[in-house]
């Protein structure tokens, strides 16, 4: 049994135009994936291509035009669609927790960094204010922050962007979640604190025995972090497998142009720039939703994709990703 | 995401109208309402003199504060004048006024705004210090204390509320122009080498334009305010105009002996025509500013 | 930078800020004024009469100079005589701001416990129900002018149903006024332990302060709404909402985020409500600060309205730094900012 089971998701914005007609724009088309204890899986594809979305919807915290239409989001064998929100605070910051991107912003300004590690506990669990407190400054000593105690009497605007995301991180972990999700978690960091942040995040998952998801669209972090990853394009994901096997032998040709992408990669095999624009979420191509910036698109390719297994635990959404 | 709905049916004509206006009404009620009221005032200013049947300075000594009735259905005045004639007509003096000071601040506050926010340095300096300096005091006072020691024509008036309010919609428009400055539209447009002038003309001042369009009927809801305020105090435009602000001031002397119909009626046009500015001034707001229109 | 530091900067650049205004307001009334001489001789004077009543006032040197004298004198808290009442206007200006302060305060209260929770309220479902109801009411608030509102609530609470005293000051000519300490009737009452006088005060009070309130109330729900939803937005309580807060604490989150910003822009407009309520005033024969100047401004009364315009500025600066110290103090994020 998996930990989290991703299945099927849907996840359409409904609003209406000025002429009074009813748009949907499908955000997310089918996300299937998993994520076993103990591993980080990656998820990674341009920007627009539903990654964050997939994440609020694990979360239960969409806008309020969007909607999970079909499929299932099941979290230790329990169903989170459909649950209520009180039943959704119960696991959101408890059982699964989330890191983003913006990690000073996210702080509350009128409260010291102490106060709201000490409150994100009270609020899941009957916790006395001095057990809290003393289990704050030992959080913020696992996350390697300096003379804790007196980082705990620090407002968010004292702090720098990676001791911020360093608090963010503590305050995730705090109530010991089974999975993290980090939400582009190194954005505007520094390149050195960008790899303490995640060598930090690295360990304590597997030191804790938990699972976690990195939403980027770096791929080096993917191939330095995650075990598996999962390359999403127009809210589907389009290839799934351990990261190394998907890095080394892709099968889908969104995934090969992703890969050709990265500078290195492009100098070595003489690739280029991703293009293409992404889809039109109004009106999305029959078929397989890459077919209209494939260049091995063909006759089939109007047909909907099956989903093939190309190796150990590897898997395309692709008609020809056997041959 | 960026990219137009194809649709399969285009609705045409009537349908496509009324299609239009549910889907605008659903965006914005207040824009639709507001934009009828005003659209209502509009027609009673243009089409005054056929509506009434009485001019509205006419006197009717036999008819000294009578009540409303059928021959005068808002009543009549202190002076034997109709009412209601006098309200439609105010209406009149509403545009009257607020229009020429509109165009006063825009001919003014444009280009200050364009210039400063453009160029920045002493100019964008002293927008601003003005501006602080109004903003730190109620202008109402400044309108009033000139107009009162400079005389009492509707042509003061205008000046004087033009002037005073100039700054603010300056300012819009700098804000306006700061934030398209460095947009990619104006980057794009010097890069092919127009001049500063051009661009500002051609690309800045549309996109600024229509960013202070909201603001526009704010102003002039504004401007309509203070004028009859002026007059209601009993400075600026003076009796017998009919004018709301002098209307209500006359009819404030006879509130407490029980003549109500007085300053009731030209308060509730009033109050009308302000209040559609406003509904529509909100509604604009919200339907040009996509951060407002969907709050996630 | 500490607070005093913070204090004289601000008051450094205050000055000349008044200073424009009363440059201002001086030119604009000398210059396109009426002959105020005019008004205080006879119309069958003699022109080496007026010219000498006019030099006796200083009006025939360079209109510089009278400023600078103006100044002079005004630095030497002499704000001159007023022509109607021969008064000297500093006098008249103290003796007069407690019923103004009086009405201003207490409806500001009023109001801002009527507008605050609507506007947090709406912010709760924007474009919802309530949102859409609260913000057409808030526009007729904006919409509504104050003065025929004032007359409207007079013709139906005094005139109809009698509920309210009549439209003449701020205590019953039946009633004697307290000793003057705060300078509000109802509190002076009050310390002295006067209860009819103090019964008195407060039933006029009543509706001008209620009329007042609901004008007050109209910005500020706009605000509080908009305020609210700024923070209901912010990265901070989406964290929260991530981590599972209970709503309550959600709740308690914003109103504490929502406070600072609410109080500044109240403060920021108590110069402009200053002015505004000298309508009320006027409506109902307060007696204040306000309808004084107004009757200044009416007649002419050059010192008086001289003194009027220097008094809401005065406020209006004070206000605005006892505001932004306010903010100084009790927010952690402004040590840095400013």
Redesign the interface.
Known sequence: MSLLEVENLHTHFV???????V?V?RALNGVSFRVDRGEIVGLVGES?AGKSLTASSIMGLL???ARIVQGSIRFQDQELVGMTAEQLDAVRGSEITMIVQSPITSLDPLSRVGDQLIRVQREHHAVAREEARRRAIEMLMTVKIPDPERRMRAWPHELSGGMAQRILIAMALINAPKLLIADEPTTGLDVTVQAQVLDLLNDLVRSRDMAAIIITHDLGIVANYCTRVAVMFSGAIVETGPTREVFARPRHPYTQALLDSVPERAKRRGGGQLSG??P????LPTGCLYNYRCSKATETCRGVPPLIDVGPDHRALCHHASA | ???A???TRQ?RGLV?AW??L???T??S??FVLGTAIVLVFAALAALAPWLTDYRPTQTFPDHVLSGPSAQFWFGTDGNGMDVFSRVIHGSQYAFGIAIPALLLMMVIGVPAGLIAGYRGGAIDDLLLRTF??LR???T???A???V????QSIVIVVLVIGFLEAPIFARIVRSEVLALRSSELVEAAVAVGNSTWRVMLVHVLPNSIRGATAQMAIRM?WAI?VS??LA????GIQAPAPEWGVM?RQ??EY??S?E?WI??FP?VA??GL??GL??FG?GAQDLLDPKHS??? | MTVLQFVARRLALTIP?LL??IF??FM??RI???DAVGMLTSPLASKQEVDAIRASLGLDRPLLEQFAIYIGNVLQGDLGNSWQSKQPVLGEILRRLPASIELLFLSIILGAAIGIPIGLRAAMR??GLFD?VS??VS??G????T??MA??A??VF??GLRWTP??MGRISIAAFPPKPVTGSYFLDSLFAGDWSAASSAGHYLILPVAVFSLIVAAPIIKQTRAIA?EIL?SDYVRLARLYGFRPQTIRRLTLRNAFTPIATYIGSEL??L???VS?VE??FSWGGLGQW??NA??F?DFAA?QG??LT??IF??TI?LLVDVAVLVLEPRSAISK
């Open positions: 609003k209406r135009d000025l002429r009074n007609q748009r724009a627009g806008g309020k035009s624009a992404p039109n979420l109004y009106a | 995401m960026t990219t709905f194809v649709q609705p496509l299609a239009m549910v889907g605008l659903r965006r009620p207040t602080d300096v730190a005091f109620p109402i006072v400044l009033l204390a000139v009162a020691a400079t005389g809801a305010r009859t305020t209601f105090i009993g400075v209500i009819g404030a509130i407490n029980g109500w300053a009731t308060g009033l109050v302000v209040l406003n509904l909100d969907d709050s996630r | 800020l424009g205004i201002i307001t604009l009334i396109g004024g009426q924007p474009n859409q913000r057409f526009l007729i904006f919409s509504v002018p003065y025929w007359l409207m007079l013709f005094y005139l009549p439209p939803i937005n110069a402009t200053l002015a505004a309508l006027l409506v100047g107004l401004i009416l002419g309205v009027y315009v809401l500025a209006a600066t605005y």
